[in-house]
Each structure stands twice: as structure tokens, then as C-alpha cells.
């Protein structure tokens, strides 16, 4: 069709492959950066998880129903 609409950039197909370009120790310090990356992204994530946990249990006892049920108990 002659009304589609195109693209106004070509995609360079040897820009999606980087690697081939790499010097071996490049690919060192781009592997031990992701690697670290990795690494703080685990850590956060159990962190967060740890927060999550012990926040959740203390959300239900500040809530006016479970003062009630305190204050009857």
C-alpha cells in the first residue's frame, strides 16, 4: 500500500549485535558491572521484601476494628 506509513530510520543490523566489537577487556568490565548491578538488584529486592513483611503485619493493628478488639479483650 502506498498510504502506510514507513519508517524514517533504517535499522543498522551491526548495532544490534555489539558484542562482535567488544575488546576482551571490555567485555570484562561490562560483565563485572552487570554482574554488581545484579547483585544491588537482589539485595534491594530482599530488602524490600523484608519491609513489606514486617510492615504488613504491624498495618493490621493500627486499624479501629483491632482497638476495639484489644480494648474488649
Known sequence: MCSSPKSSRAVNKTALNFNNELTQEQRLRFAAKANLAQERREQRE????????????????????????????
Not at 513483611?53 to 498495618?59: A, I, T, Y
Open 46 to 73: 530482599a530488602t524490600n521484601k523484608r519491609y513489606e513483611q514486617k510492615h504488613l503485619s504491624n498495618k493490621s493493628s493500627h486499624g479501629l476494628f483491632s482497638w476495639l478488639q484489644q480494648f474488649v479483650s
